[in-house]
C-alpha cells in the first residue's frame, strides 16, 4: 500500500521537512504497522512545481476524466502521483487560521484522483493549527475522501524554527498518528 505524506509548506525556511520527517519515522517504526506492506513517500510541493492556474484556466479539473485531458505537463505528472497512491496524510502549519495557498493549488489542480481514498490531517502551529485542521478536512470530505481525522501538534513559538533533526516531545503524538493510519489502512484494505 502506498502512502504519500504531503507537505503543506513550502517555504525556503521551513520546519515541515522535520515534521513530515518525524510522521514516517513514526509509521516506520512501529511493529504492527511494519508488517503492512507499506510504503511510504515524502511528497514536497516545491519540486511538483505546480503552477497557480496558467495555460489551463478553462479547465475545471473535475470535468477532466483522463490524465492526458491536463493541459499542463505538471499537472499530468501530479495527476499521476496522486492516481498512483492509496492514502494521504497532509503534513500542514496553520497559516493565520488557515492552511498555506501551495496546499490548496495542489489539491484544486485534479479531481477524480482523490476520490475514495483515505486522508489523515497533521497539523501544527504555536496552538496546534486545529482551525486549519478542520478547514482542510472538510476541503477533503468535498473531494469525496474518506476522511479518517485529524491530529493538531502544538509547537511552542520559542521552537520555531525546530532545532535541526529534532522535534521536541512530539513523541506524545505518536499513538494518536498511529491509530489513525491503522485505521486508514484497514479502510483501504477493505476498499481494495
Ligand atoms: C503567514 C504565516 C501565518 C501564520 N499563522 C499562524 C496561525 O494562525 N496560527 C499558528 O499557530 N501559527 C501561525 N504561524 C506560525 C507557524 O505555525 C510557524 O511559522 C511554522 O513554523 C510554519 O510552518 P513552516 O515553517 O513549515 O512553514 C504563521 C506563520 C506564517 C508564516
Known amino acids: 500500500m502506498k502512502v504519500g505524506i504531503i507537505m503543506g509548506s513550502v517555504r525556503t525556511k521551513r520546519v515541515c521537512p522535520e515534521i513530515a520527517a518525524y510522521v514516517k519515522r513514526t509509521i516506520e517504526n512501529d511493529q504492527s504497522l511494519c508488517n503492512q506492506n ?4 515524502i511528497i514536497d510541493l516545491n519540486q511538483v512545481a505546480l503552477p497557480l492556474y496558467e495555460d489551463d484556466d478553462d479547465l475545471i479539473p473535475a470535468q477532466v476524466k483522463d490524465v492526458d485531458g491536463y493541459v499542463d505537463s505538471r499537472t499530468r505528472l501530479w495527476s499521476r502521483t496522486v492516481s498512483s497512491l492509496d492514502v494521504f496524510i497532509f503534513v500542514t502549519p496553520q497559516y493565520n487560521w488557515g492552511y498555506p495557498a501551495a496546499l490548496k493549488n495542489a489539491i484544486d489542480r485534479v479531481y477524480h484522483e482523490w476520490r475514495g481514498k483515505s486522508a489523515i490531517v497533521v497539523s501544527y ?6 482551525k486549519c485542521n478542520r478547514q482542510l478536512q472538510e476541503v477533503l470530505q468535498g473531494l469525496k475522501m474518506n476522511v479518517v481525522g485529524g491530529v493538531s501538534m502544538s509547537i511552542p513559538v520559542g521552537v520555531i524554527p525546530l532545532p535541526e533533526g529534532t522535534v521536541p516531545g512530539f513523541s506524545v503524538y505518536n499513538e494518536e498518528i498511529l491509530q489513525l493510519v491503522a485505521s486508514c ?3 483501504t484494505n477493505s476498499r481494495q
Not at 502551529?125 to 486545529?130: I, P
Request: charged share 25%; aromatic share 0%; proline share 0%.
Open 38 to 41: 507499506i510504503e511510504l513517500q
Open 125 to 130: 502551529g504555536g496552538h496546534g493549527g486545529d
Open 185 to 187: 489502512i484497514k479502510n
